[in-house]
């Protein structure tokens, strides 16, 4: 399908396919079996600018948006599910600070992002507080021209790894969620440590850690955007994130239908290669015709969020279910094409199933996006 990119999203893409190709593939299997972080990979992605496709030029970055995010994410995800959701949440954990930070928060950090020098993650969930965001109990209490922050992050993308975090914190207890606001934490700020980090079914070369603040104190001006604004900041920025899930699922799945196609094409049975057999060839034509129409849902969402479309709540959250499911279906059908070997871990097919499960359960679960949708689509007229 044609999708009339243009000079700068072409180049985004070829320069991820490449690294993909031949920094990521190599190393793959070991990075998930280790369930090591990729850092030389993130090298390689800063080295070519890439971690900064969707920081404003002022800011050094490459000036691109959300279609840029998903492009280079889509390319990583096809080779490594894992390496790419360690880059998608750089993009969450920077796309506040774009939106919402005041000048000289962006100084001060943007450049940095956009060359890959500090890498970022963004913390709202708690052990109560999953798909109920507005059931968190980390607090930022005002002291001394700054805040003190008490209480714990769970399942952070990125955590222990990133330099700069973005967490969701209430600076007023008693009004609860009302007073969620956006606070900077850099790495090193005394009170702030990690704890449990997660072993994994799948992404198992992206780190998952506990956030742990203990009187952390930073400045007032870590504070993005007015107290109180949290929630909402929140909401948008899952809006314009949420695509990029929808990209990493469709790499994924497109990674599964190529190996099944090329195995396929190779495997010999009942004296004629498997392709041949109607049953096979249907399901592979079905996961090219899904992953097609899951691409063009992504591409859509995100052009329409890079064009300054008010409203894509409903949209967002459309793309990242569809893509999900269909990535999911699409790498289990790749195992029953493998046959026998596709259980086994001598081809890549199992780690994208299991790499596949997470796209339908985080940045909301595709239950509760569900509810987004039909929530949206009562309150339309048509
Ligand atoms: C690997 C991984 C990485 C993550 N990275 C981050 C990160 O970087 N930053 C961050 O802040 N969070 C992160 N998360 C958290 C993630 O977004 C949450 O796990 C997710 O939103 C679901 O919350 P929960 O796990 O508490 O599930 P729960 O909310 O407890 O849901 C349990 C079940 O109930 C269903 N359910 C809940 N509410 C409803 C409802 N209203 N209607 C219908 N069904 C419902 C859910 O769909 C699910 O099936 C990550 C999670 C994982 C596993």
Known sequence: MEYFLNDLQKEVKRMARTIAEEKILPVRAALDEKEEFPRDIMKNLADTDLLGAFVPEEYGGLGGGCLEMCLVTEELSRVCAGVAVSYAVNALGSFLLIDYGSEQQKQKYLPDIARGRKL??????????????????????????????????????NGGEADLYTIIALTDKGRGIRSASALLVEKDTPGFSFGREEKKLGIRTSATRELVFEDCFVPEENLIGREGAGLAMTVNLFNRSRPGIGAQAVGLAQGAME???????KRVQFGQPVIAFQAVGHMLASMATDIEAARALVYATARSIDGGVKHFGMESAMS??????????????????????????????????????ITQIYEGTNQVLRNVISLELRKRSF
């Open 120 to 157: 970022t993650a963004f913390a709202v969930t708690e052990e109560s507080a999953g798909s109920d965001v507005g059931a968190i109990k980390t607090t930022a209490t005002r002291k001394n021209g700054g805040y003190l922050i008490n209480g714990n992050k769970q399942f952070i993308t």
């Open 259 to 265: 190996a099944a196609v090329d195995y396929a094409k």
């Open 320 to 357: 990242k279910v569809f893509a999900s499911d269909i990535a999911m279906k699409v790498t289990i059908d790749a195992i029953q094409i493998f046959g026998g070997v596709g259980y086994m871990r001598d081809y890549p097919v199992e780690k994208m199933m299991r790499d596949a499960k």
